[in-house]
């Protein structure tokens, strides 16, 4: 059982130029989102899915672009990547628990990372 | 804008000696959750405590939360070198239904256990 399955691990892109990150879930679960990190802003939200074909807006979407064709992958696309873009970049899935007396929980599995460096 | 403020930024202690990390967040939650994460690795789910729940224990982890004050603390007794890595709260903020996985993560403390 993988889990989160990130590729690739590093990657140096120049500014302009376009990439996908990719990212495999073997979980069979609901939900996976993109954050990226950045040191001192611990992690940041870019887009999530809550299922095949549904996709949305997280807090700082602009420049990447998503898609979900299957529920097990879950690609992040940087357009036309700028030095602002230079992070960790991190992938996770998760699915409802829903906990007594409390509505439904999500815990997070994520995947190694992939460190995007653009000059 | 982030939810989570953690303290101390940074924490450095001896083997044996107990560590305690605090979170603070704005909104209410449905729940809070801490995560920990080893260099250069990804975030690996330690504990949740939902917004009905004071205390809550899982071996070395001991985790408090006060909606009234909107903070939550995570301590880790008898440290070991193998728990050197950052921890991250994460808040659910969800009212009701489910979150979809987006939680909002604070900015973590880098905690450093010396042999």
């Known amino acids: 059982n993988a889990g989160v399955t990130q590729t690739p691990k590093f990657q140096v892109l120049k500014t302009g130029q376009s990439m996908t990150l990719q990212c495999a879930q073997d979980m069979n679960h609901e939900y996976m989102s993109w954050y990226r990190q950045d040191p001192g802003m611990g992690l940041r939200l870019i887009h999530y899915s809550v299922g095949a074909g549904i996709t949305d807006q997280g807090e700082v979407p602009n420049g990447y672009n998503v898609s979900r064709s299957t529920t097990e992958d879950f690609p992040l696309r940087l357009l036309s990547a700028a030095p602002s873009q230079t992070s960790v970049y991190f992938c996770?899935?998760?699915?409802?628990?829903?906990?007594?007396?409390?509505?439904?929980?999500?815990?997070?599995?994520f995947g190694a990372g992939s460190r995007l460096t653009v000059l | 804008s982030q939810q989570g403020e953690e303290d101390p930024q940074a924490l450095s202690i001896q083997e044996g000696e107990n560590a305690t990390m605090n979170c603070s967040y704005k909104t209410s939650i449905n729940n809070l959750q801490w995560y920990r994460q080893n260099s250069g690795r990804g975030l690996v789910h330690l504990i949740l405590i939902r917004s009905n729940e004071r205390e809550k224990h899982s071996g070395r982890l001991r985790v408090t939360l006060d909606t009234s004050k909107k903070s939550s603390s995570l301590l880790i007794t008898a440290s070991r070198a193998a728990d050197t890595a950052s921890y991250f709260c994460?808040?659910?903020?969800?009212?009701?239904?489910?979150?979809?996985?987006?939680?909002?993560f604070g900015q973590g403390t880098i905690l450093t256990v010396h042999p």
């Open positions: 996770a899935s998760s699915y409802s628990i829903w906990l007594a007396g409390i509505s439904g929980a999500n815990v997070l599995t």
């Open positions: 994460a808040t659910d903020a969800r009212a009701g239904g489910t979150s979809y996985g987006k939680l909002t």
